[in-house]
Nanobody, 119 residues
Framework: QVQLQESGPGLVKPSQTLSLTCTVS??????????WSWIRQSPGKGLEWMGV???????YYSSSLKSRTSISRDTSKNQFSLQLSSVTPEDTAVYYC???????????WGKGTLVTVSS
C-alpha cells in the first residue's frame, strides 16, 4: 500500500518561498507509470492542481502557477518536493501530495498540511 506524507513549515512570510516535501512509502516514485502531484485547497475554495512530476522525472505545471512553481524529486530518499515562490496570503491553503498509478486506478493521497502565509 502506497502511503504519502507531506512535511514542511506551517507558516511562511509573504514574498518568501514555500517549500514542502512528500515522502512516499510502500512503493518507489520511479515505478512506471506513476505520476506524483501537488494539489491545494484554499479556505472556502475547491481543489487546485498545481503540478506533477512523473515516474521518469518529467514535470508539468498549472498554467496559472507555472511562473512560481517548481517540483523536483530525490529518488534516493523516495521523496518529491514543491517550491512556490513569491507567496502571498492568497497562497494560504492545505497542500496535498498525491500519487496516480495510472490506468484509471484510484489516487493515493497524503493527509495534507496547512500552510499559512502571514507576516
Amino acid at each position: 500500500q502506497v502511503q504519502l506524507q507531506e512535511s514542511g513549515p506551517g507558516l511562511v512570510k509573504p514574498s518568501q518561498t514555500l517549500s514542502l516535501t512528500c515522502t512516499v512509502s510502500g512503493g518507489s516514485i520511479t515505478i512506471s507509470y506513476y505520476a506524483w502531484s501537488w494539489i491545494r485547497q484554499s479556505p472556502g475554495k475547491g481543489l487546485e492542481w498545481m503540478g506533477v512530476i512523473t515516474y521518469d522525472g518529467t514535470t508539468y505545471y498549472s498554467s496559472s502557477l507555472k511562473s512560481r512553481t517548481s517540483i523536483s524529486r530525490d529518488t534516493s530518499k523516495n521523496q518529491f518536493s514543491l517550491q512556490l515562490s513569491s507567496v502571498t496570503p492568497e497562497d494560504t491553503a492545505v497542500y496535498y501530495c498525491t500519487g496516480d498509478p495510472g490506468a484509471g486506478l484510484d489516487y493515493y493521497w497524503g493527509k495534507g498540511t496547512l500552510v499559512t502565509v502571514s507576516s
